[in-house]
């Protein structure tokens, strides 16, 4: 069942084409991993998916529904509250964790479901402890972010997002960031819930943690889809030239 | 010379009266500029130019020009235009609290512009409207950040009430001139005036060092 469609998505920043007609579907349960190089439009592509970016041009249809209006030049306006249910079906994990500096762990995962939600704050903070739980920081629930890991922020902020009973997550590089001994805890965090079934995009320089995790992997080039397949036949068996390329330049230290 | 306080002691009542004027007046001004400071500071950072232009003028105008002569022009000059008169605390309070509202507008602009633009992208990823985001993300950040500056705003607004005396409005400098010139003691009035201010601006400036200290919890 189809949860996403994506239809010749384009976008600009200035007089740089960022995506230049993207065309995907994403069924339920499905778990993208999105690969290219620096500046190939996999950041903006995922922004595009809840709205944290205007579209340039093309549609974006969730559950079936086409989203926003026909504009007069033939462009799609968009309304502020329905952008603002959108972000609220489709979750999204940052690379820089954009935790609430000023609320503790459990207030960050509280924060959507008592802003956005009118939840009651006892329901709230039953809830948001059980996502801190499911994270496995339930003993952080008082500490601020500036005295959690970034690993562990990432983690608050996975929690963060699962609180609002996302249809979809997506990631944006969420390890990126992190020393390379904290990575692990966030790629287990996000492993789990790959294996509870969850439909997610992600973006990653993780190959390996693609390999494993991803249903399907797409490699961008210059803001188009350049490669799409199977873990097996993405990341083993690239048929094009810049995937071989880009895979091997990825690779070149591994041992 | 010799120094005279005692006739000073002895208007202690008329100080007290222009105290309880000065406290009047800084907390209706507080009030105003610090809230009509917010709300032209959000427009000076609104995208929308019907907004963000006459917010631009306003601060503009307000800052250029002497709080002195706004209160004597709301004073002699708006009533010649409007079919009513205005009272010297009217007067001295549109001056001060707008001439406030202008220089705190610009620390308001400027405290929630310092806040990362990550700090949005999360709250908007929750479903947050653009004034949930600023009420609950941006702008409690962003007063932390704000204090200091927004302290010394109180703390000019509450010296730059002694403006009012030149509308006779009835506050501290205004009793200190009468004292003075009743009793020939300048230097004794007009130095209680200074300790007056002191011991009022004091616990003040140590209060917002306690409100700094607290609001820095989270770090």
């Not at chain 1, 994506?6 to 600009?12: C, S, W």
């Not at chain 1, 069924?27 to 579209?55: H, V, W």
């Not at chain 1, 479901?113 to 402890?129: D, I």
């Not at chain 2, 009513?84 to 007067?91: D, H, K, M």
Request: charged letters at 20%.
């Amino acid at each position: 069942m189809t949860i996403l469609n994506v239809t010749g998505l384009t976008k600009r920043f200035g007089a740089t084409d960022v995506l230049r007609g993207i065309d995907l579907d994403v069924q339920r349960g499905e778990r993208i991993a999105i690969l290219g190089a620096s500046g190939s439009g996999k950041s903006t592509l995922l922004r595009c998916l809840n709205f944290m970016e205007r579209p340039g041009g093309g549609t974006i249809a969730l559950d079936g529904q086409v989203l926003g209006r026909e504009g007069k030049a033939g462009e799609r306006v968009y309304r502020e509250a329905e952008l603002i249910q959108v972000r609220q079906r489709v979750g999204m994990v940052f690379q820089q964790f954009n935790l609430f500096p000023h609320m503790t762990a459990i207030g960050n995962v509280m924060e959507g479901l008592r802003t956005v939600r009118g939840m009651p704050k006892p329901e709230a903070e039953a809830r948001a402890r059980k996502e801190l739980a499911r994270v496995g920081l339930a003993e952080k629930a008082e500490t601020y972010p500036a005295h959690l890991s970034g690993g562990q922020k990432q983690r608050v902020a996975i929690a963060r997002a699962l609180a609002m009973d996302p249809e979809m997550l997506l990631f944006d590089e969420p390890t990126s960031a992190l020393d390379p001994e904290l990575v692990g805890e966030v790629l287990n965090v996000i492993l789990a819930l790959a294996k509870e079934g969850r439909t997610m995009l992600l973006v990653t320089h993780e190959l390996g943690f693609a390999y494993h995790v991803a249903t399907r992997v797409i490699f961008l080039a210059d803001g188009a889809i350049h490669e799409q397949g199977t873990p097996d036949e993405v990341l083993k068996n690239p048929k094009k030239e810049r995937t071989r390329a880009f895979l091997a330049s990825h690779k070149q230290f591994s041992f | 010379m010799r120094w005279d306080f005692a006739s000073v002691f002895d208007n202690t009542d008329a100080l007290l009266v222009g105290a309880a004027g000065t406290l009047r007046i800084f907390a209706i001004c507080l009030v105003l500029g610090l809230s009509l400071g917010l709300l032209v500071g959000l427009g000076r950072y609104s995208r929308n130019r019907w907004i963000h232009i006459p917010a631009t003028i306003f601060v503009e105008f307000f800052r250029n020009t002497p709080v002195l002569v706004q209160i004597l022009w709301f004073y002699f000059a708006l009533p010649i235009l409007l079919p009513f008169q205005i009272s010297p605390l009217a007067a001295a309070s549109l001056g001060i609290s707008l001439n406030s509202a202008a220089f705190s507008a610009e620390i308001y602009r400027g405290g929630i512009q310092s806040i990362e633009t990550g700090q949005w992208d999360g709250a908007r990823a929750l479903g947050m409207r653009w004034g949930q985001a600023m009420r609950r993300i941006i702008l409690p950040q962003a007063l932390k950040r704000m204090l200091p500056a927004l302290t010394n705003r109180a703390i000019e607004i509450f010296k730059m009430s002694t403006l009012a005396s030149a509308v006779a409005y009835v506050e501290l400098l205004q009793q200190g001139k009468l004292i003075a010139s009743l009793n020939y003691n300048p230097i004794e009035a007009y130095t209680a005036v200074a300790v007056i201010f002191f011991v009022f601006l004091w616990p003040l400036v140590q209060f917002s060092y306690f409100l700094e200290r607290r609001l820095k919890r989270d770090e």
